[in-house]
């Protein structure tokens, strides 16, 4: 099971999956870059629309390994804040499946995805300020524009731990529903989102992020509308609509 980060697809969804669960599924340098190489690979198949984060063991991940601080880097080693970067950017519409405590620099992974489903058990906590370390841009950013500045200062000042009712209630995770039924509904929420049409579902999640970090670009969202205005995908949906059937979109 003490693997790297590891890439599964099938059909329009597809699946990163933490593997370290002895060491709560912290990551190293190289498994940054591993996530990172998949999320890439995942944007150029352009049939996939959904990208699940999925961890195994007691707990969802840990952040990253701390050891790793100050050791010699390599020529593609990436930090923290810019594999989450990537994450968040990340064509698909991205999901976060949490089965166990959110530690450290995994709080910003889970916050830049879009969809964040966990179990009555889960909890996270923000120790930057109890180690010492001074957090990114990015993550700062994102907690802000995510969750609210209050939410943010309580996370980032105080190190306290929030459980899975906090965590929903502030906005981290998206809903909760029993432990035994995570998979589920992880797996009905990618199947809902891999039926819609490509063209505005990947260009909405892009523009509202945009919105949301103050970085909207009027003409590339006027452009987007216009491809989905002149789609097929536009007929088919309304054709479906009207005959009572689930749509066949092709994203064109």
């Known amino acids: 099971m003490d693997q790297p980060p590891v890439l599964t697809v099938s059909g329009r969804i597809a699946t990163v999956t933490l593997s370290r ?3 709560a599924n912290r990551m190293n340098p190289s498994d940054l870059r591993v996530f990172a190489d998949h999320i890439e690979a995942v944007n150029e198949m352009k049939d996939v629309l959904v990208l699940r984060v999925l961890s195994t063991g007691k707990y969802f991940c840990s952040g990253f390994d701390i050891n790793a ?3 010699e880097k390599t020529g593609r080693d990436m930090s923290f804040g810019e594999f989450v970067d990537v994450l968040e950017l990340a064509r698909p519409i991205t999901i976060a499946g949490i089965q166990g405590g959110v530690y450290g620099g995994a709080t910003d992974m889970c916050i830049a995805c879009d969809f ?15 180690l010492g370390l001074h957090y990114y841009q990015g993550g700062l950013e994102r907690y802000v524009s995510r969750l609210g500045l209050n939410a943010a200062k309580r996370m980032f000042l105080t190190a306290e731990k929030l459980d899975a009712q906090t965590m929903l209630d502030i906005g981290f995770l998206t809903e909760i529903v029993a432990a035994d039924q995570l998979m589920a509904r992880v797996d009905a929420l990618a199947q809902t989102l891999a039926g819609m049409a490509p063209i505005p579902l990947l260009g909405m999640k892009k523009h509202l992020n945009r919105i949301a970090h103050g970085t909207l670009d009027v003409l590339d969202l006027e452009r987007d509308e216009l491809l989905a205005q002149m789609s097929e995908d536009l007929k088919e949906g309304g054709l479906a609509w009207k005959e009572k059937r689930k749509p066949a979109f092709r994203g064109v």
């Open 69 to 71: 601080f100050g050791a």
């Open 21 to 23: 669960p002895d060491v």
């Open 116 to 130: 964040r489903i966990g179990v009555p058990t889960v909890d996270c906590f923000m120790p930057a300020a109890r």
